[in-house]
């Protein structure tokens, strides 16, 4: 007999077991393997593939685009189509796209298949958040969703572990063929852990949302400078280590570290935030992120590359979080500013990579695109800073 009181037995907990670890698979595989699998496998395809640095970030926007893309159809799935038929063929979409790169060396056949990718991985973050976090609300557990968005972090540092041994016994083909394999068995699992959840399904749409004009061009100029900014590290970092004299046997775990440092960062930006409010946290993990991509530059060594890699991943998902809490504080009436601000991340991650991509070609390294990169997040967190608009005191 269930317990109806407010205090939850066993039963109870085995639910939130069940939410919180489907939920994290789904994220890690939507971002660690679909979004980001690209990072580490990158500089294996550059040395077997005779992949070029420009072409490389061309390749990476193509999936930043499918990405976008996912935001803009998703609300239009979920009026004809329910959780239990979306997640499925979106993961599906999502595994076969990764397993796929490794049956093609034609650089167009990449795109969109990278495309293709990204737009299931969206689709897969933004259903399974929304799933989970719509549960653990209505369970009176919210304060787990920061737990849950750890699941990105925890699929970037996989995706590092993993592809030198698959790297080892296949080549770059290899890499793809088997995270693709893996992808498909923790698809699996979330399937079995999340649809055996009782009620799952949409939990509703919520009404259009007007956002409050005060101080958002400040907070959607400043997350469009993010996702200009850290895309070039997020695209590249393995690769620049690679390329770093004596460093290149430190690349992979890199990608390692960037993972491990991700997936505590919601809860630790979170905690900050309840001590000294949102605009502070989040103007000061923008900060940090933009000193942590010049790490690299000025510190040589594995000091640089711990601190660097430490400093990207501890940042990048607590600023996402962050700057979504403040948009989702700030709506009122009609329009929806967590839309444009992903839009307008999602518009930066797409130009990012080809033009890093260019430059690092052009000037025969990644000094002066990273450079760049880290001034772009620099002047965002400034424009945090400025911004006195609603959400920001709390």
Sequence with gaps: MKNSGTHEGPEACDGFARILVGGMLGLAIAMGIGRFAYTPILPAMEAEAGLKHFLAGEIASWNYLGYLVGTLVFSHLTRRLSFRVIYPAALAGSCLSTAAMAMSDIPWCWGVLRFIGGVASCIIFISIASQVMALLAQKGRPILTSVLYSGVGIGIAFTGAVTPFFQGAGGW??????????????????????????????QGQAAPVRASKRGNGLLIGAYFLEGLGYIVTATFLVAIVKETPGMAPYAPLSWVIVGLSAAISPLLWQAV???????????????????????????????????????????????????????????????????????????????????????????????????????????????????????MSS
């Design 173 to 202: 083909r290899g890499c793809w063929a088997g995270i693709g394999a893996c992808a498909c068995c923790l698809s699996a699992l979330s399937l079995f852990l999340v649809m055996k959840i009782k009620g799952a399904g949409w």
């Design 273 to 391: 935030s309840a001590r000294v409010g949102i605009r502070t946290a989040l103007a000061a993990a923008y900060v940090v992120q933009a000193l942590g991509m010049c790490a690299s530059l000025y510190l040589t060594g594995v000091t640089g590359l711990l601190l660097s890699a430490a400093t990207f991943g501890g940042t990048f998902m607590g600023i996402t979080s962050l700057t979504l809490d403040c948009g989702a504080r700030r709506e009122r009436g009609r329009g929806n500013l967590v839309a444009v601000l992903t839009f307008a991340f999602a518009l930066g991650q797409i130009i990012g990579p080809p033009c890093a991509g260019g430059l690092a070609q052009a000037s025969s390294g990644f000094a002066l695109a990273l450079k760049i990169a880290a001034a772009c997040v620099f002047v965002g967190g400034v424009m945090v800073w400025s911004d006195r608009g609603p959400g």
